[in-house]
């Protein structure tokens, strides 16, 4: 596997397995000067990290996060970031039986097909486990954020789970942090709760849509053509675990309205050009225009579940495979601080890549 790095100035390369020793990341192109310990990172980690709840896998695993290099009396140095995690819950055990069948939904029989072998305990590579690795870069990326453009917030948080959608009339962001599914909907909590917990029972699982707001982005970030803000924001969703569908502003909704409802108007405030609605999602022609950024983003079911699917094994032969191990019964759950770190991670690199082409030059109005 060759591609596994992301980013062009603040660049991110992850690495390890789901059931090897540790995995981790290198973050590059780092400012120097910026504060970052342990205590930085781990809390991102920590909203992420598995068995904190009966409603995600009960793997239990600290997600401690070690810093090996690029930090120097608690200040980066400019250098390479080495950031590790240890494995430390394993149980390859369960998926013996994996080792010959490949399951359905996963990545087993394309992994296969491209490498011709492939590590079963977990998926390897391909296991939601390899985000931890991006939370972790995510951490420094927000303290970079911190320091160089403290306006902006990321704030992740679930919209949909299966056949339930959140009451906007009901949204506050300060809810997120009270519950564990990240939801915006205090009241929704316990129908959620039920819902998940039948699913659950019934030895099944249940996809979600994830909503990322980007508060406080200046205007200016992208470029044309291939430099969009939006075309990376949308690679980097798209590249998280089983995500399947990404979409910004109104997104697939914008093909039924038409252009005198989906146009943003614009006026001329007391400190500058203000838009009267925001369609676009806060990003036109790849460039951010100062506005809330808003993305989704739908995950499909666990593809891990305990009722029997059909599938065949490397001899061809049809066989019925039950997924054993600790799974979540919505990943969608956990991809809310994953999809934080993502986001962060783009908007700090657009950033740097702005300040390099332009010094943060701006086009002047009125």
């Given at each position: 596997?060759?591609?596994?790095?992301?980013?062009?100035?603040?660049?991110?390369?992850?690495?390890g397995?789901?059931?090897?020793?540790?995995l981790?990341?290198?973050?590059?192109?780092?400012?120097?000067?910026?504060?970052?310990?342990?205590?930085?990172?781990?809390?991102?980690?920590?909203?992420?990290?598995?068995?904190q709840?009966?409603m995600?896998?009960?793997?239990?695993?600290?997600?401690s996060?070690?810093?090996?290099?690029?930090?120097?009396?608690?200040?980066?140095?400019g250098?390479?970031?080495?950031?590790t995690?240890?494995?430390?819950?394993?149980?390859?055990?369960?998926?013996?039986?994996?080792?010959?069948?490949?399951?359905?939904?996963?990545?087993?029989?394309?992994?296969h097909?491209?490498?011709?072998?492939?590590?079963?305990?977990?998926?390897?590579?391909?296991?939601?486990?390899?985000?931890?690795?991006?939370?972790?870069a995510?951490?420094?990326?927000?303290a970079?954020?911190?320091?160089?453009?403290?306006?902006?917030?990321?704030?992740?948080?679930?919209?949909?789970?299966?056949?339930?959608?959140?009451?906007?009339?009901r949204?506050?962001?300060?809810?997120?942090t009270?519950?564990?599914?990240?939801?915006?909907?205090?009241?929704?909590v316990p129908?959620?709760?039920d819902?998940?917990?039948?699913?659950r029972?019934?030895?099944?699982?249940?996809?979600?849509v994830?909503?990322?707001?980007?508060?406080?982005?200046?205007?200016?970030?992208?470029?044309?053509?291939?430099?969009?803000?939006?075309?990376d924001l949308?690679a980097?969703?798209?590249?998280?675990?089983?995500?399947?569908?990404?979409?910004?502003?109104?997104?697939?909704?914008?093909?039924?309205?038409?252009?005198?409802?989906?146009?943003?108007?614009?006026?001329?405030?007391?400190?500058?050009?203000?838009?009267?609605?925001?369609h676009?999602?806060g990003?036109?022609g790849?460039?951010?225009?100062?506005?809330?950024?808003?993305?989704?983003?739908?995950?499909?079911?666990?593809?891990?579940?305990?009722t029997?699917?059909?599938?065949?094994?490397?001899?061809?032969?049809?066989?019925?495979?039950?997924?054993?191990?600790?799974h979540?019964?919505?990943?969608?759950?956990?991809?809310?601080?994953?999809?934080e770190?993502?986001?962060?991670?783009?908007?700090?690199?657009?950033?740097?890549?702005?300040?390099?082409?332009?010094?943060?030059?701006?086009?002047?109005?009125?």
């Amino acid at each position: 596997m060759s591609v596994n790095s992301f980013g062009r100035i603040f660049t991110v390369t992850t690495w390890g397995e789901s059931h090897g020793l540790a995995l981790g990341a290198t973050v590059d192109g780092c400012p120097p000067g910026i504060s970052l310990d342990k205590a930085a990172i781990q809390p991102f980690l920590d909203r992420r990290r598995p068995g904190q709840s009966k409603m995600t896998t009960q793997r239990q695993e600290p997600d401690s996060v070690r810093i090996l290099s690029g930090v120097f009396e608690g200040r980066t140095t400019g250098t390479p970031i080495q950031l590790t995690i240890e494995n430390t819950d394993q149980r390859s055990r369960d998926y013996g039986e994996i080792a010959q069948a490949f399951r359905p939904g996963h990545a087993d029989i394309t992994y296969h097909l491209k490498y011709g072998h492939r590590d079963y305990r977990g998926g390897g590579r391909s296991s939601a486990r390899e985000t931890a690795a991006r939370v972790a870069a995510g951490g420094v990326a927000h303290a970079v954020l911190g320091q160089l453009a403290q306006q902006v917030v990321i704030t992740g948080y679930m919209v949909q789970m299966g056949e339930l959608e959140i009451d906007r009339a009901r949204f506050d962001l300060e809810e997120i942090t009270r519950n564990d599914f990240f939801l915006p909907d205090a009241a929704a909590v316990p129908e959620w709760t039920d819902y998940l917990s039948r699913i659950r029972k019934d030895q099944d699982s249940v996809g979600a849509v994830v909503e990322v707001l980007i508060q406080g982005c200046p205007p200016g970030l992208g470029a044309p053509v291939y430099g969009k803000l939006d075309t990376d924001l949308a690679a980097a969703m798209m590249s998280i675990n089983a995500v399947k569908a990404v979409e910004i502003g109104e997104g697939m909704a914008a093909a039924r309205l038409r252009g005198t409802e989906n146009a943003d108007e614009i006026r001329m405030g007391p400190n500058g050009p203000e838009f009267l609605s925001n369609h676009a999602g806060g990003i036109l022609g790849g460039i951010s225009t100062g506005q809330d950024i808003v993305l989704r983003f739908a995950v499909k079911p666990t593809s891990s579940i305990l009722t029997p699917r059909r599938t065949i094994n490397r001899a061809g032969e049809e066989v019925d495979l039950v997924t054993k191990g600790r799974h979540d019964p919505c990943v969608g759950i956990r991809a809310v601080p994953v999809a934080e770190a993502m986001a962060a991670c783009v908007i700090l690199d657009h950033l740097l890549l702005d300040r390099a082409q332009t010094g943060g030059r701006r086009g002047v109005i009125g």
